[in-house]
């Protein structure tokens, strides 16, 4: 028996199995360790050969791979472009930081201070007066150093229900050089909506963006940081505020939007209402959309302020992989914005762009889509600097190692438009949030 | 015997190596998965409680601040308060609605049993924000259906949305449909269990419908009932989707839960350690509910 015994012993390997599972499974981990560090290989790029990341829905890069097949064309570089998903491309980045691997150049969605210290200067293209790029929308570190140009912007924007207007007889400014004040809007509104008996006057985009924007052209700063990097609200933002909490009465606005989440995207779309406050990306999806009415974009109310809060699309961005890489990489980026070449890549991506002066041809065959970028192109130069004070701001806090994970806005302005608090207590709460974020 | 000897002390070692080193190995992996995403992280989850972890950077200890913080703390308990009242009204709700339908559907006098069966049962493989949409585009205030419905004959429409109570009222009444179908599954295996014997001797003694099913079903379901009850317990205390898609808690953070806002407080607004003691509260809370169900179950039992 006990020979039995032995035997078994060898053929089942009753040690050896068990020394020989957990070495299995270590050396399975470092074989899947080694792999996944190797991914990041094809990154760090010559002279000849750059790698450019990128990330957008699938069939929305048309723009770049246009830009790139040209480029190699003219400068015989081979730009690897890469599209890399959304959902995990910041933790892409920082794994590739880690792993000395990152790109050459990418259009990123905000700086992180994982690798912000890696970044080429770009200020040669920032400055070049030819490029008339707009300096509101640049990170700049302390040192005056251009860590990233915007690849385009979005903003607010108005968007009305031509029909119903047309149907009431009440005008609409069609040029932002004559534009109205929101009570001038808000009146035209409420009149459209009595004589049409429409359900809202307007639905406002549940969006901390698109109150900073109303704010602004109210004369105030929203929460603004002092010196010191102590954040407070001023007389007019309290006064923009309350007006905006007052609107919410179920006729001039629908309270469930801000109160529980309803859609006034689908609101709009849906005819009942005057006018909606969203972002400028809605004109392609407004373009094939809506048929049922005549929609168009009107310029955005000024009281007095011509502003609104313009955030980048993405941030053009250069890594110091190497010397000979890093060059090329400047120099692809300085071939990029050449107003001609930036333009051909607005056209075909459907940018904004954040050069002043251009004039791209989108690809939209709705009239009021193209009257609508046309209007948008005509607005970016005349907003107040103040419109792109968060986009920096969210830079500098990068920059400083913070970062607001949860702007507090359309929760507190909820419960306060929901008759829970104040539109005062809210904003006391809201300023109280970003000082325990990026405060100091 | 001395030759026989050897066999008896070498036997118990190797039959313990045939039948325990197999099943350790086979429950080898669940162990592995159950320390590092279980264990692991309660442990973790436990220690941050005690700390004021911000989810970046450095942590300090703190003791029981954080336990403290929250027994003074309004938003907390309205959340705490809230879930109760959603239980409250979710569990008994859904528990009838699934006895009657389980009840309905073993009746030898139904008709299309498998195609109810089915119908009954398709809420429950939806996903909790597929439902939170669908009862939305019911139950939307400014652009629903049935507001759609009201209004075109002659009402008013139902702040379904705006008013806090109404809104909540919308998510019982899609919680109950979408879990219906489990819990009537449950009810219909367990009624098919007892004996028709016991109904045809309650007949032959003058018993009706309602009698049989208050002296027969009712006690011969129990064990199914207290599972019910305890399963749809536990899982309308931690009800999060469906309240998300809904109404997004709202209006306002009126209908905000446990779990959202223990969701909001750790991972928005970046306080995993106060976080993580109400996670531990509301685990209390739960191990309570169990332990009681567990004891009253128990009772019934031993009657």
Redo the contacts between chains.
């Keep these: 028996?006990?020979n039995?015994?032995a035997r078994?012993s060898r053929r089942?390997g009753?040690g050896g199995?068990r020394r020989l599972?957990p070495l299995a499974a270590v050396a399975t981990a470092g074989a899947l360790l080694l792999s996944a560090c190797g991914s990041g290989s094809d990154s760090g790029g010559t002279s000849k050969s750059l790698t450019f990341w990128i990330s957008t829905v699938p069939g929305q890069d048309a723009g770049w791979k246009k830009m790139v097949a040209q480029y190699k064309k003219e400068a015989g570089v081979d730009v690897k472009l890469v599209n890399i998903p959304y959902d995990g491309y910041d933790a892409k980045l920082r794994n590739a930081a880690q792993a000395n691997s990152l790109p050459d150049v990418a259009a990123v969605p905000k700086l992180d201070p994982i690798w912000s210290n890696k970044l080429i200067d770009l200020s040669s293209i920032a400055n070049n007066k030819s490029n008339k790029i707009n300096a509101n929308f640049l990170a700049k570190d302390s040192s005056g150093k251009v860590l990233s140009i915007p690849s385009d912007i979005t903003a607010s924007g108005m968007f009305i229900n031509k029909s119903l207007f047309e149907k009431a007889g009440v005008s609409y400014p069609t040029s932002p050089s004559k534009t109205w004040t929101w009570t001038e809007f808000i009146k035209a509104a409420n009149e459209v909506r009595e004589k049409t008996k429409a359900?809202?006057s307007l639905t406002f985009d549940q969006s901390p963006s698109r109150l900073r924007a109303m704010v602004y052209e109210m004369g105030g700063k929203y929460v603004h940081a002092d010196s010191s990097g102590k954040f407070s609200v001023d007389a007019a933002t309290k006064k923009a505020v309350n007006t905006f909490v007052g609107w919410n009465d179920?006729k001039t606005m629908?309270?469930?939007v801000w109160?529980?989440?309803?859609d006034p995207s689908?609101?709009f779309q849906?005819g009942?209402v005057v006018a909606y406050w969203s972002g400028v990306w809605q004109v392609a999806s407004f373009a094939e959309s809506i048929n049922k009415f005549e929609w168009a974009s009107v310029p955005t109310p000024a009281q007095p302020v011509q502003a609104s809060d313009v955030n980048s699309g993405g941030l053009m961005v250069g890594f110091n992989n190497n010397g000979a890489a890093a060059t090329a990489a400047q120099k692809f980026m300085s071939w990029l914005y050449e107003p001609a070449h930036y333009q051909a890549l607005c056209a075909a991506s459907g940018f904004l762009p954040v050069e002043s002066g251009l004039s791209p041809k989108y690809p939209f065959k709705s009239e009021a889509a193209q009257a609508a970028f046309k209007l948008y192109n005509e607005s970016i130069p005349l907003y107040a600097p103040i419109s792109g004070y968060f986009n920096t701001a969210q830079t500098n806090w990068v920059l400083k190692g913070k970062s607001l994970?949860?702007d507090p806005t359309k929760?507190e302005l909820?419960?306060?438009?929901?008759?829970?608090q104040s539109a005062d207590k809210a904003l006391d709460n809201i300023v109280a949030?970003y000082n325990?974020?990026v405060g100091g | 015997m001395t030759e026989r000897a050897p066999d008896v002390s070498v036997s118990p070692p190797r039959s313990r190596s045939k039948y325990t080193l197999a099943p350790l190995v086979l429950i080898a992996a669940n162990v592995v998965l159950f320390a590092l995403f279980f264990l692991w992280p309660a442990v973790i989850g436990l220690v941050y409680s005690f700390t004021n972890y911000t989810g970046v950077g450095a942590f300090q200890f703190v003791g029981l601040d954080n336990y403290q913080r929250l027994f003074g703390d309004s938003t907390f308990f309205d959340a705490l308060t809230r879930t109760l009242l959603y239980t409250v009204l979710f569990v008994p709700l859904n528990f009838v609605f699934s006895l009657l339908i389980a009840n309905v559907l073993v009746s030898k006098h139904a008709k299309g049993v498998s195609v109810a069966r089915v119908f009954f049962f398709i809420p429950w493989l939806l996903s909790p924000i597929v439902v939170g949409v669908l009862w939305r585009w019911l139950f939307g205030e400014n652009f629903g259906l049935v507001n759609y419905f009201i209004e075109k004959f002659g009402g008013s429409a139902v702040p379904w949305q705006s008013n806090a109570d109404l809104s909540l009222m919308v998510v019982v009444v899609a919680a109950s449909w979408a879990w219906t179908g489990f819990s009537m599954l449950l009810f219909i295996a367990a009624i098919k269990n007892v004996p028709t014997s016991y109904y045809e001797a309650a007949a032959l003694d003058g018993a009706g419908a309602w009698r049989q099913f208050i002296s027969i079903t009712l006690p011969s379901i129990a064990p199914t009932s207290f599972i019910v009850i305890l399963l749809n317990t536990i899982h309308a205390m931690k009800e999060y989707p469906l309240f998300a898609s809904l109404n997004n808690g709202g209006p306002g953070t009126t209908n905000n839960l446990l779990v959202q806002y223990i969701y909001q407080t750790g991972f928005k607004s970046g306080q995993i350690g106060y976080a993580s003691a109400a996670s531990f509260v509301l685990m209390l809370i739960l191990m309570v509910v169990a332990i009681v169900q567990m004891m009253v179950n128990r009772r019934v039992e031993n009657r």
């Design positions: 028996m006990i039995v015994g078994r089942l009753r199995m599972v359900k809202y179920d629908p309270k469930s109160t529980s989440g309803a689908a609101m849906s009942d994970t949860e929760t909820g419960k306060a438009i929901n008759g829970q949030g325990q974020q």
